[in-house]
């Protein structure tokens, strides 16, 4: 039974994934894009549906159990609302081709609560070549994901000028790429680069740097402060986007941004725009936000005296307030961060933010 | 149906139902107004609408959210080709779309706001927003547990009415004096309001109190959020306070008694939307600069 074989396979490399995501063991943001969507185009080619409403609800079961793999990690579900926007397009481009001579109905959405109007809407038709066409646009869709730290990067030399003073911090492969592109352009500038204590991802990052021949400083965390007057601007890459333009960052970007903002300086944040998640920040306790590490980096097994008297938490995640950041370089060019709404709408739909 | 009954009906509507809001009953009048109306043109419905809009801004009730209710429904249902077949039919279609919208509205926009209410949250709210006051007992339904604090919202003291009916809910609610905002907000975790009208620039028309309650908020780094439906959306831009239009202000009874404005205490205050977090409305959760853009869709 070849059938029964496929998806077998499926459902191994679905528990392969999500045993990743829950391990912790992927490598980058792009890396969970790309893994997420090829798992989808699988899931989708090996569905069979005879409706566009069957199909929303089987991509929507599936992306739920790969999400629940790591709930903070916000791209797998950002990749399966995307495909479920994409799902519901192709269901409207196949059932009305040209809509533009048709007025009327182009009007009727033309309404302040147009929501309203889709219920009628319920994905119930069945189109042959649904599948196709689906599974054609989220390839696309791959493809741009492919192409995003590229596209950034490229737009570096508008940014960046010579003898500036870039503070950045940890590693983030886009910033990375970012920087060593301007300095591929010819571009002479110096980097600070804040070493992101515990897990010094920072090391790595001035190394890349001073490899790619750009004048690197590795300062520590404490350091920020007293450098920052002397920055021109800060360039910090990001896990996520939350919906209001807040970051989801690595922790350290917080303080950076707020140090950033009284003494007036740029923050510009590198990202892709797969990483925009149409979710809100809503408070601090909210369970799916942050992500704890084990503290061991931060304390000494040989200090175990110390435990029962001390709580040490190592928290992955800092949230900074949409306020502090200057604006967004994305795939999409340069964008300020009142903006981000407009994009959410643009690629979820309202009724997939809920999984 | 005449002006007359229109205002009638109207105030009907709101005296037999406390818990609908003006905006609502001003469309259910105007669905109802066409259903009777046989006029022979279209311009001729139009006024009839317009001249019925007036009658009901001519009451006491919120300035604010009719006047933004009954423009849209007027460019809603004006808003569709009218040319092939009866403009009657199609426009009361429309009309009745418009109303269905409006009545799911404050279901949707409070579905919006529950993912914002923490378990043991502390929420500061001003006056009696019936939409808000939805939120907080949807909120007590699952079981959450929170403390509401509510000012007392002078001049017509609804604070206690609200302590009154969450109390039943068995939602800890304390009523603090107006001037007491300052001292409560450090106790409180975010600050929960509701809109009479939610302008172009994102800011909002409310209560007089709401200004320096957001202000204070923002001042000590608390959430401010406003639950609003879409319908209170209204074409107005102030950059502050004098600009915004004195019928907003002031109820039509003052008007008509001629008295002096400047010896009169504005029932509302407009709050800039720099000081508005972000907004729950049947449209989804908005930043206050997403306002402009869903009017333009309605309105370019």
Redesign the interface.
């Known amino acids: 039974m070849p059938d029964g074989d496929k998806t077998n396979d499926l459902k191994e490399r679905i528990a392969l994934f999500v045993d990743e995501l829950k391990k912790g063991s992927t490598n980058g943001s792009c890396d969970i894009a790309i893994k997420t969507i090829n798992l989808l185009i699988r899931i989708i080619s090996q569905a069979k549906f005879t409706s566009a409403r069957d199909l929303l609800k089987h991509v929507r079961t599936e992306g739920k159990n790969i999400q629940a793999g790591d709930p903070s990690e916000n791209i797998v579900g950002n990749m399966v609302r995307r495909v479920l926007k994409i799902i519901r397009e192709e269901y409207r481009m196949l059932l009305s081709p040209a809509d533009e001579s048709n007025?009327?109905s182009d009007?009727?959405s033309?309404?302040?609560?147009?929501?309203?109007?889709e219920d009628g809407d319920d994905y119930s038709k069945s189109l042959p070549n649904l599948k196709a066409s689906v599974i054609e646009a989220v390839t696309e869709l791959k493809t741009e994901i492919e192409g995003c730290v590229e596209n950034i990067a490229a737009l570096a030399p508008s940014y960046i000028h010579k003898n500036d003073i870039i503070l950045t911090i940890g590693r983030s492969r886009t910033v990375e790429a970012f920087l060593k592109n301007a300095a591929f352009k010819g571009i002479q500038f110096q980097v600070l680069v804040s070493e992101g204590a515990p897990f010094y991802q920072g090391h790595e990052m001035a190394k890349n740097l001073a490899m790619a021949k750009i004048n690197t400083t590795l300062i520590t965390e404490c350091q920020i402060g007293t450098i920052m007057p002397r920055v021109n601007k800060v360039i910090i890459g990001t896990h996520s986007f939350m919906?209001?333009?807040g970051l989801k960052a690595a922790t350290g970007a917080n303080i950076t941004a707020v140090l950033a903002k009284e003494h007036n300086k740029h923050v510009i944040v590198c990202s892709s725009l797969y990483k925009l998640s149409p979710l809100?920040h809503?408070?601090p306790?909210?369970a799916s936000f942050n992500k704890f590490a084990s503290p061991a980096e931060l304390l000494d097994y040989e200090d175990a005296e110390l435990l029962s008297k001390v709580e040490v938490i190592a928290p992955i995640f800092d949230y900074v307030p949409p306020e502090l950041i200057s604006m967004v370089v994305s795939n999409n060019g340069a964008q300020s961060v009142?903006y981000v709404?407009?994009l959410v709408?643009d690629f979820y739909h309202?009724d997939d933010?809920e999984l | 149906m005449d002006v007359d009954d229109v205002t009638r009906d109207f105030n009907e509507l709101l005296r037999t139902d406390p818990e609908m809001s003006a905006a609502v009953a001003a469309v259910t009048v105007l669905v109802r107004l066409m259903e009777s109306n046989n006029a022979g043109t279209l311009s001729e419905l139009v006024d009839t609408i317009r001249n019925a809009t007036l009658a009901m801004l001519d009451t006491d009730y919120s300035y604010a959210s009719i006047k933004s209710v009954c423009e849209q429904f007027l460019r809603f249902i004006t808003l569709a080709n009218l040319q092939d077949t009866n403009f009657q039919t199609i426009m009361l279609h429309r009309g009745k779309i418009f109303y269905n919208n409006t009545l799911k509205a404050r279901g949707k926009s409070v579905k919006m706001a529950q993912h914002f209410i923490d378990d043991g949250a502390t929420i500061l709210t001003h006056s009696r927003s019936r939409v808000v006051m939805q939120v907080l007992k949807e909120a007590a339904m699952e079981k959450k547990r929170f403390t509401v604090y509510v000012t007392e919202s002078s001049p017509d003291k609804s604070g206690y009415q609200v302590k009154e009916e969450l109390s039943r809910l068995g939602i800890p609610v304390t009523v603090i004096l107006d001037a007491a905002v300052g001292y409560i907000m450090e106790k409180v975790q975010q600050v929960m309001l509701g809109a009479e009208g939610v302008m172009e620039s994102g800011g909002i028309i409310n209560k007089i109190g709401t200004y320096p309650i957001a202000v204070c908020a923002q001042q000590m780094n608390k959430p401010v959020y406003v639950v609003a439906e879409s319908f209170k959306f209204v074409r107005e831009f102030p950059l502050n306070q004098k600009d915004v239009p004195d019928r907003f202000k002031y109820r039509a009874s003052t008007f008509k008694a001629n008295k002096d404005l400047s010896q009169e205490h504005p029932l509302v205050d407009y709050t800039p939307p720099e000081y508005i977090n972000l907004m729950f409305t049947d449209l989804g959760v908005l930043t206050p600069s997403a306002v402009s853009d869903e009017l333009l869709k309605l309105y370019c």
């Not at chain 1, 033309?110 to 109007?117: E, F, Q, T, V, W």
């Open positions: 007025l009327s009007m009727q033309l309404s302040i609560s147009d929501a309203g109007d919906a209001n333009g809100f809503t408070t306790k909210h009142s709404y407009r709408k309202p933010v």
